[in-house]
């Protein structure tokens, strides 16, 4: 099996006549983090949604975890999390109601979640917040809570969407440290940044 966690191929995505994609290529390796760079609106969320099975190309290909993007988006989503700029935890629900929430969107058992729920909100120091809606949390908890939320169902790569946009540089400085840390354990890590 090759050791190409994604494989990019003259992948283009067009909206009636403006190019929001434009033919780009690149591999990732597994194991590897990898930093997409560009300015706001160069067109990096458009493409983390191809590369997400949520937004089909326009032309090229790309293949995540070994499977074609456009042909089999459903084997895509099962090996990957995703931590878009805005949606990722409910802000009306609580830490604990959002752990059991995804879990069970990504598929995992109840002992499952009670397990690995119980063990990220020990590791995140956020145990004492399980009660508290999400939307109470400073944005920098929250940020890493959705982190650790994506990777629940142990996915192969995480897509991380300009995860320290409005963080403080401490807080930014800890989040780079979970993401060296979870690249180090085997995931792939695919993170966007201007
Ligand atoms: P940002 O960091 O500001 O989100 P980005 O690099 O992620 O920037 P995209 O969100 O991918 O950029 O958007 C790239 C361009 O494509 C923008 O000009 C945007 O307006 C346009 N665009 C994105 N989605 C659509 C859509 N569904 N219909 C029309 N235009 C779109």
């Not at 009660?131 to 890493?144: E, F, I, S």
Request: glycine share 10%; charged share 20%; hydrophobic share 45%.
């Amino acid at each position: 099996m090759s050791d190409l966690a994604i494989q990019a191929r003259d992948l283009s995505r067009v909206f009636g006549t403006f190019t929001a994609v434009d033919h780009i290529t690149f591999d990732v390796h597994a194991g590897e983090v990898f930093g997409f760079l560009g300015a706001n609106g160069a067109g990096k969320t458009t493409a983390i949604r191809m590369l997400t099975g949520l937004l089909a190309p326009s032309g090229g290909q790309a293949t995540v975890a070994g499977f074609d993007v456009l042909r089999h988006p459903d084997e895509v989503r099962r090996r990957i999390g995703y931590m878009s700029q805005r949606f990722s935890l409910y802000d009306d629900l609580t830490v604990g109601e959002n752990v059991t929430l995804f879990g069970g969107i990504y598929g995992l058992t109840d002992a499952e979640i009670r397990d690995r729920g119980h063990s990220m909100l020990s590791e995140l120091a956020l145990e004492r917040a399980r009660d508290q809606r999400v939307a109470a949390l400073p944005v920098g908890w929250k940020q890493k809570l959705a982190f650790a939320v994506a990777l629940l169902h142990r996915p192969a790569l995480i897509f991380l969407d300009e995860p320290t946009s409005g963080v403080d540089p401490i807080t930014r400085r800890q989040f780079w440290e979970m993401i060296y840390a979870t690249a180090a354990a085997g995931t792939t890590v695919f993170v966007t940044t201007h």
